[in-house]
């Protein structure tokens, strides 16, 4: 199947106006009930709308890259149905990176076919991943000449549900020149436990993490100990603990292997790595370029809580 078997003139719109991303979401779905079959569902609209504003409650669609892709699984649906907005002002979508979104893919699909809407969102990336196509896009003209942008990139939707489906941006980086006391900044600065290294030409070099920071000037004899119940006082390894200003990330012997993935393992690869590796993050990556990272929500957002009948979205 085509990719643009599933939309329509009609679903591929623009969208300008400046608006909180519930009324973008109110109006976009308004849009899809008056030019598709959604309305001849046994659903009533507003149960659709209550059912997006939860899931944007749990966490923003807003992915990053200026993408969104708000979604609903919802049960008794007998149709998939999808639409695509572009932005060309930007909306604020509080998206996980902070920048406007200027793509919103806006899907609702039966709760038990997740993989419909795994597949729409993975063929809609791959062609408004390329630069040339959202240049294409945000310079149309009409709601035509968008719809015939996606109708010439040729897209086939894959039913097959791989990495570069469900992988993320990944939210923040590190470069190999920066000191720890920068990196662990930025570890700090977007909450997490560890981030990608790039070297100076912006491959990815590993990664750095808390446990690193914690363990880079311990003294090595603490590796042969089975507890420190018997330290009483801290006070002479408080240094221990201090953030070297100095010490570079690229002069660091990273010991931790980094957990790859490339975009075509299939979601079974990706669950053994994460259950039989006990790995929680993985790091999906193509010619030592970082393309995005999946971690274990992901699999549970995307694929495990769908195929739980009356589960919320």
Same mark, same amino acid.
């Given at each position: 199947m085509k990719l643009e078997a599933l939309l329509s003139e009609k679903t591929v719109v623009f969208f300008d106006r400046k608006a909180a991303k519930e009324k973008v979401i109110e109006e976009l779905l308004q849009i899809l009930w008056d030019h598709s079959s959604l309305k001849h569902e046994n659903i009533p609209q507003e149960v659709i709308y209550s059912e997006f504003l939860m899931r944007e409650k749990e966490q923003t669609t807003g992915i990053g890259e200026g993408f969104a892709f708000p979604h609903v699984r919802l049960n008794d649906l007998r149709g998939s149905y999808f639409l695509v907005a572009v932005c060309r002002n930007g909306i604020d979508f509080s998206s996980l990176d902070g920048l406007p979104v200027r793509f919103i893919i806006l899907t609702i699909v039966p709760r038990l076919l997740p993989?419909?809407?795994?597949?729409?969102?993975?063929?809609?990336?791959?062609?408004?991943?390329?630069? +040339?196509?959202? +240049?294409?896009?945000?310079?149309? *003209?009409?709601?035509?000449?968008?719809?015939?942008?996606?109708?010439?990139?040729?897209?086939?939707?894959?039913?097959?549900?791989?990495? @570069? &489906?469900?992988?993320?941006?990944?939210?923040?980086?590190?470069?190999?020149?920066?000191?720890?006391? +920068?990196?662990?900044? @930025?570890?700090?600065?977007?909450?997490?436990?560890?981030?990608?290294?790039?070297?100076?030409?912006?491959?990815?070099? *590993?990664?750095?993490?808390?446990?690193?920071?914690?363990?880079?000037?311990?003294?090595?004899?603490? &590796?042969?100990?089975?507890?420190?119940?018997?330290?009483?006082?801290?006070?002479?390894? +408080?240094?221990?603990? $201090?953030?070297?200003?100095?010490?570079?990330?690229?002069?660091?012997?990273?010991?931790?292997?980094?957990?790859?993935?490339?975009?075509?393992?299939?979601?079974? $690869?990706?669950?053994?790595?994460?259950?039989?590796?006990n790995q929680e993050l993985l790091y999906v990556v193509q010619d030592e370029k970082l393309l995005g990272i999946i971690d274990r929500f992901s699999i549970i957002d995307k694929i495990l809580i769908s195929n739980f009948d009356g589960a919320p979205s």
């Open positions: 993989g419909i809407l795994l597949s729409f969102r993975a063929a809609i990336v791959s062609l408004l991943m390329k630069p +040339e196509t959202q +240049e294409s896009m945000l310079n149309a *003209g009409s709601h035509h000449e968008l719809y015939e942008i996606i109708r010439s990139g040729n897209i086939d939707i894959d039913k097959v549900i791989l990495a @570069e &489906n469900i992988m993320r941006p990944s939210i923040g980086s590190v470069k190999s020149t920066m000191t720890l006391y +920068e990196a662990a900044r @930025e570890l700090h600065r977007h909450h997490v436990d560890s981030l990608p290294v790039f070297d100076e030409n912006g491959n990815l070099a *590993g990664k750095l993490s808390c446990h690193d920071l914690f363990a880079y000037r311990l003294p090595e004899f603490f &590796n042969t100990l089975h507890s420190i119940s018997f330290i009483k006082l801290m006070n002479p390894f +408080e240094k221990y603990f $201090e953030v070297d200003q100095s010490q570079k990330i690229g002069d660091l012997k990273l010991k931790q292997k980094m957990p790859i993935v490339k975009p075509d393992a299939t979601i079974m $690869e990706i669950i053994f790595k994460m259950t039989v590796e």
